[in-house]
């Protein structure tokens, strides 16, 4: 063998001859191994190897040559490599039955639930795996999946292969299976992706180096190649994508700890006390200033992590087959075996988990400016296409708001509100620090014409109503010279018989309800 000056590799016959049947042999091992035949077996290692794709093997062997032994081979360009979204998929996780966002998910899944206007909160992961070039995205759903599915199939019907090549995006519902351990429906989201296992050793996943599992209810902008390639420059089995947090936050997360390499190594949930001191560690050493490290000391997850495609099979099916969820049990447990390093994500991250944080992550969208956008061009958020006209506003006044398209606003009155799509706001109305979802269809003049002969209440807000922190469900329909504002600081209601809730002291208007002509709430 002789090297050119431009590092370009000649071959006598008999290196030739000899590398040609290494390299077949080599071949052969590899496309066993990349097809999943060894996908959830028991690594009999210490330290878990990575795996090596067949496809990428015919392009480096060894000294970064092709396969294809020629008189002159390239070198391989690692950085690309560990950029190639192609091998790499997501999994968005559904979410349970959403109990703490009651009564937005009385009728739909938390990813499904509506945001800014005009998105729902399952469009902020698919948005985010778009701009990064991840075109292989599964999203596993169980609880009042039905809005959710229909969503998905409008915004990102990929089917057509057009603009996504071998890329698809498929929603795996909970089902039963034959046997005695097929009867459980998911058992937390770990076991949803433990018994979705299969998926990710047919021909479609070869290529599938590393697994991203995402949460389907948080609002954030990421390029997740950007933490594709630390996770793989790292040499990680699992990456965790964390904040830093300051005192007064750090005690509402589950906080990591890390070594001076950015190893994880302990995990305390909720923290408080001593047991909150105990656990900062210095952030500089992911990045930070050391000005900013000494104001967060602290380092949450945020419930977005990366694992090399073979260890999360092993770790799902052998090592840890009884834990089921991923945050509690398989991260903490995995942390101690594994190597699990930190990735650190120093931007704008909400949960939006509860009432209160959905409320205030919306009206924060008002604020100038705000610290989360949907407005950039070179990073859009997607949703379903609508075809809707822009907004009609007639005489009003708006501060600080947002309003959406296909709305109607006749001489009203809207203060730091967010105004959902096909909202219709009457003569003398005055909105503030509401939330309104809008709607999902138009009634025609003649048909709220009826309506009103009727003695009933058409779908949006009536003459002369005055509404402040507020969330007004989808649909909703409330007459004229009502007045809503918790004017009792009143924390916690269920009058769903009237068509509302009071959580944590915010009124929740219900999806579809009828709030009669001159009520007070």
Not at 24 to 50: C, D, I, T, Y
Not at 150 to 173: I, T
Not at 243 to 253: E, G, I, N, T, Y
Not at 461 to 468: A, V, Y
Request: with cysteine; proline share 4%.
């Amino acid at each position: 063998m002789a090297v050119s000056a431009d590092l370009r590799m000649s071959f006598s016959a008999a290196d030739q001859f000899r590398g040609s049947r290494e390299l077949a042999w080599r071949n052969w091992r590899v496309v066993k191994f990349g097809n999943g035949e060894l996908m959830g077996k028991k690594l009999g290692v210490s330290q878990p190897h990575q795996g090596i794709n067949s496809k990428i093997v015919k392009q480096h062997v060894c000294m970064s040559l092709t396969t294809n032994v020629a008189p002159e081979t390239k070198l391989r360009d690692v950085d690309m490599e560990k950029r190639d979204p192609r091998t790499v998929a997501a999994v968005i996780l559904g979410g349970g039955a959403g109990t703490r966002l009651f009564p937005l998910t009385k009728q739909r899944a938390k990813p499904a639930v509506p945001i800014g206007g005009a998105y729902r909160l399952i469009d902020v992961p698919m948005s985010n795996c778009i701009n990064s070039g991840i075109n292989k995205v599964y999203i596993l759903t169980q609880f009042n999946s039905a809005s959710l599915n229909r969503h998905l199939a409008r915004a990102y019907n990929f089917g057509n292969g057009v603009n996504f090549g071998d890329g698809f995006v498929e929603v795996l519902a909970a089902t039963q299976t034959p046997g005695e351990a097929g009867k459980r429906w998911f058992q937390g989201n770990a076991d949803a992706v433990r018994q979705f296992h299969w998926l990710f050793e047919d021909a479609r996943s070869k290529e599938i180096e590393d697994v991203l599992i995402l949460s389907g209810d948080h609002l954030y902008r990421m390029d997740y190649m950007d933490f594709v390639q630390n996770h793989r420059k790292n040499g990680a089995d699992i990456t965790l994508s964390c904040l830093p947090m300051d005192d007064s936050r750090a005690s509402d997360f589950g906080l990591m700890k890390i070594d001076n390499k950015g190893r994880v190594i302990s995990f305390s949930e909720k923290p408080k006390g001593e047991d909150l001191k105990a656990m900062a560690v210095d952030t500089t050493v992911l990045g930070l200033s050391k000005e900013e490290a000494e104001k967060k000391p602290y380092i949450a997850s945020m419930g977005v992590y990366i694992f090399k495609k073979e260890i999360l099979f092993n770790i799902l099916r052998w090592r840890f087959p009884t834990a089921n969820d991923f945050g509690s049990e398989i991260i903490p447990a995995s942390a101690r075996e594994f190597v699990a390093k930190a990735y650190l994500f120093n931007d704008y991250w909400e949960d939006i988990g509860t009432i209160p944080s959905f409320f205030e992550a919306n009206l924060a969208l008002t604020a100038h400016p705000p610290r989360f956008s949907f407005y950039d061009a070179t990073k859009p958020m997607y949703t379903s296409r609508r075809n809707l006209p822009p907004s009609k506003i007639d005489s009003s006044k708006i501060v600080d708001s947002i309003i959406s398209h296909g709305s109607f606003l006749n001489n009203c009155f809207i203060e730091h509100s967010v105004v959902g799509i096909r909202s219709r706001i009457n003569a003398n109305v005055t909105l503030k620090d509401t939330v309104m979802l809008g709607a999902d269809y138009y009634e025609t003049d003649a048909e709220i014409a009826s309506l009103f002969a009727e003695g009933r209440v058409p779908v949006g807000i009536g003459e002369n109503t005055k509404i402040k922190g507020c969330i007004i469900d989808k649909n909703a329909r409330i007459g004229k010279n009502v007045v809503i504002s918790n004017s009792e600081s009143i924390q916690e209601a269920d009058r769903s018989f009237e068509g509302f809730y009071i959580r944590s002291g915010i009124i929740v208007i219900l999806k579809n309800s009828t709030i009669r002509d001159g009520f007070v709430i």
